[in-house]
Structure formats: C-alpha cells, structure tokens
C-alpha cells in the first residue's frame, strides 16, 4: 500500500509541473506573431533627377534602408556624420544600410552635395 500511495504522489507531481509549465509555451506562442509583425522591416529611397525619393523618411528601428539608382548617372549615398556611406553608385546600383539607434539620419550625395535626404528612426 505504501509503493502504491508513493507512486499516486509522484504522479501528482508530475501532474501539477506540468500544469505549471504549460503557460510558457503559451506565452511563446501568443509572443510570435507580434515579432513577427517587428521582423526585418524594409525601406526603400529612389535616387532620380539628382533627388532622393522620399527627402525624407520616417522608419522604426531596425529598419533596413535600401536606396537605388535610377538616374542615368553616378550618385552616392552618404551620412553627414558619417553613420554609413555608399560606394559610387551607377545607374541600378543599390546600397543597403540598417538603422539600429534612433535618431535623424541626414545624408547627401557626395558628387552632388545639393542632393540631401534624411531618415528619422524612431
Ligand atoms: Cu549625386
């Protein structure tokens, strides 16, 4: 009668952890979509008619800014306080950079100084 009243108990534990247990998986299943929702974002300027398309951008952190060339000439993509810089981009080129600290982001052309843009991440 003792084995039997032992082996009841230990099956009461097993029971109650696992009860205590189960609202992790929980909490990780109903945590998924909401990162998801945050999973990689991405933005992307034109570059046309010495402008960059939009100006200015507004994106969250995180975010993965991609500018792409399509003037017929040469442009670069580069931050006045030298948080990324491109390579001189021909017509097509992309150049990719992600935004991990919020802040304003302004940034020119350096062939072209008049060409400005700014990305604000928030
Ligand atoms: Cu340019």
Same mark, same amino acid.
């Given at each position: 009668m003792k084995n039997s009243l032992l082996i009841f108990s230990i099956g009461i534990a097993a029971v109650a952890s &696992?009860?205590?247990s189960a609202p992790k998986p929980n909490a990780l299943q109903t945590g998924a979509p909401a990162s998801a929702q945050q999973? !990689?974002?991405a933005a992307e300027v034109k570059i046309d008619n010495f &402008?960059? &398309?939009l100006a200015t951008l507004t994106i969250a952190v995180g975010t993965t800014v991609t500018w792409t060339n399509n003037d017929d000439? !040469?442009?670069t993509v580069v931050g006045t306080d030298k948080a990324f @810089? &491109? @390579?001189v981009l021909?017509?097509?080129e992309k150049f990719s950079f992600t935004f991990t600290k919020a802040g304003e982001y302004p940034y020119f052309c350096s062939i072209?100084?008049?060409m400005t843009g @700014? %990305? %604000?991440v928030q």
């Open positions: &696992s009860a205590l999973a !990689p974002a &402008s960059f &398309s000439i !040469p442009h @810089k &491109s @390579k021909d017509t097509g072209h100084p008049k @700014k %990305v %604000v």
